[in-house]
T-cell receptor
Framework: RKEVEQDPGPFNVPEGATVAFNCTYSNSASQSFFWYRQDCRKEPKLLMSVYSSGNEDGRFTAQLNRASQYISLLIRDSKLSDSATYLCVVNWGDYKLSFGAGTTVTVRA | ETGVTQSPTHLIKTRGQQVTLRCSSQSGHNTVSWYQQALGQGPQFIFQYYREEENGRGNFPPRFSGLQFPNYSSELNVNALELDDSALYLC??????????????FGNGTRLTVT
């Protein structure tokens, strides 16, 4: 079983729509959670951290469910510029990050 | 503030050859991590250097090796290249040390093609 699993998508949505997707992780001892964004042929960039109580950053909302070992990302009022691959990232309290394979989102006009 | 820079941006090598990739960390960062990202996959951790010592390694064979210099820049060396080594190699710097506690700042990556 992979450490971090994501639905690869793609999720094709119209501008203004809401899109949401999940990520599951295998290690219950996981301590820190993040969403990174990666544009085509570019480096990953931190989108937001995910906190136990859930958190928002503008149109983006992240949730953590420790009991079921998944995190989620919801994007409201999608923009064309939101088209990217969203990487789910987990840290187990050591030095490294474990990345999922990514969920591709395409927002169409 | 100078970001993470990697060189070269693209590289084509033949199976069996050796390659060295370079990374300059963001100013003030003392930790450098290297990740391999194959097409359609997420980045996979190769190893991390903190204060010129390797302090963590992922599931990669010994032919993947590295160095960190006193100015915190780093090199990734891969010997006896295989076709499966074709990937985007990402360097990331942070103030992490031995425990992850700060965001990673990635460079633009080096795209290696092995033929």
């Amino acid at each position: 079983r992979k450490e971090v699993e994501q639905d690869p998508g793609p999720f094709n949505v119209p501008e203004g729509a809401t899109v949401a997707f999940n990520c599951t992780y295998s290690n219950s001892a996981s301590q820190s959670f993040f969403w990174y964004r990666q544009d085509c042929r570019k480096e990953p960039k931190l989108l937001m951290s995910v906190y136990s109580s859930g958190n928002e950053d503008g149109r983006f909302t992240a949730q953590l469910n420790r009991a079921s070992q998944y995190i989620s990302l919801l994007i409201r009022d999608s923009k064309l510029s939101d088209s990217a691959t969203y990487l789910c990232v987990v840290n187990w309290g050591d030095y490294k990050l474990s990345f999922g394979a990514g969920t591709t989102v395409t927002v169409r006009a | 503030e100078t970001g993470v820079t990697q060189s070269p941006t693209h590289l084509i090598k033949t199976r069996g050859q050796q390659v060295t990739l370079r990374c300059s960390s963001q100013s003030g960062h003392n930790t450098v991590s290297w990740y391999q990202q194959a097409l359609g996959q997420g980045p996979q951790f190769i190893f991390q250097y903190y204060r010129e010592e390797e302090n963590g390694r992922g599931n990669f064979p010994p032919r993947f090796s590295g160095l960190q210099f006193p100015n915190y820049s780093s090199e990734l060396n891969v010997n006896a290249l295989e076709l499966d080594d074709s990937a985007l190699y990402l360097c990331a710097s942070s103030l992490g040390g031995t425990v992850y506690n700060s965001p990673l700042h990635f460079g633009n990556g080096t795209r290696l093609t092995v033929t």
